[in-house]
């Protein structure tokens, strides 16, 4: 069984991989289930349709996916494709604590039109990581740190979520670790229990994000000993993705999460329909 459960097409504002065409190559990479997680970030994108106060990046508004337009359109393909590939509805909702009612509001609203929900945090204070907005004026120390407090915040409260995305994801966004290596796990290594002892509690679970391999981290998202760690405290739900955006990333090494998986005992991987999860046994 392979499932990614972690991909991205042109309704979400950094990708142009039209959703069908998508679907179709996940048929021909021989995937049995593709589930669409497309971006919704409060705080620093707009409502797709209010694209006014939006940013344009080539010549198209940057805002939150047009929920409507992409499950009419996901709908018409999930129907094509019956038989040939399972086609999921989700959103990758970027959380923060001051978000966390319109989050909250899009949830409810949406309903069971949605299969999954991934809950990651992009952005601190609507100061995005990716374009080194938030890592400005903090040192190492403070960026992890306040990536952690701000995840154990959303998830204290949170709860229209089936997983946590790339719960390491400042790694990625770690300017220090060029020079200085990666900041030890050690020193947060009781938040990020912190953090997991709540998505356990609250029935919900995490996921592998395989693009680690891509970014040249040399590991997955989280890593080996963040999934050590939610193993031990007693998490099985687990999700694996590609987080791809482009063709060449979709379905990438979704084999060599599930034997990292199956060598960490974990008994499978977790898919979902309608918000309900299901373990498909290694
Ligand atoms: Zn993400
Ligand atoms: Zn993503």
Not at 46 to 74: H, K, M, S
Not at 93 to 104: K, P
Not at 236 to 252: A, I, K, M, N, Q
């Amino acid at each position: 069984m392979l499932a990614d459960y972690h991909v991205h097409s042109g309704f979400s504002d950094d990708s142009s991989y039209p959703l069908r065409q998508v679907a179709l190559d996940a048929e021909r990479l021989n995937l049995d289930e593709v589930c669409f997680t497309e971006h919704v970030d409060y705080g620093v994108k707009p409502e797709w349709n209010q694209p006014d106060t939006a940013r344009f990046e080539d010549g198209r508004p940057v805002t939150n996916c047009p929920y409507i337009p992409y499950l009419d359109e996901l709908g018409r393909v999930r129907d094509e494709l019956e038989g040939r590939v399972t086609v999921r509805a989700g959103l990758e909702l970027g959380v923060q604590t001051t978000t966390i009612r319109e989050n909250h509001a899009l949830a409810c609203c949406l309903g069971d039109r949605l299969d999954f929900v991934i809950c990651s945090v992009h952005q601190v204070g609507d100061l995005e990581f990716w374009n080194g907005a938030f890592q400005e004026g903090r040192t190492q120390e403070e960026i992890h740190r306040a990536y952690y407090e701000e995840l154990l915040g959303v998830v204290e409260c949170f709860r229209d979520y089936s997983v946590l995305g790339h719960l390491d994801l400042i790694r990625r966004y770690d300017p220090f670790a060029r020079e200085t290596g990666p900041y030890p796990f050690g020193r947060v290594r009781d938040l990020v229990a912190e953090i997991l002892r709540r998505v356990i509690e609250d029935g919900k679970g995490i996921e592998v994000n395989t693009s680690g391999i891509r970014y040249g981290l040399g590991d997955f998202q989280p890593a080996r000993e963040v999934l050590e760690l939610y193993r031990d405290l007693g998490g099985t739900v687990v999700t694996v993705g590609s987080d791809s955006h482009r063709p060449e990333h979709l379905g990438s090494y979704l084999r060599r999460a599930y034997r990292e998986l199956e060598g960490l005992g974990f008994a499978g991987v977790w898919t979902f329909s309608r918000g309900a999860g299901t373990l498909v046994r290694f």
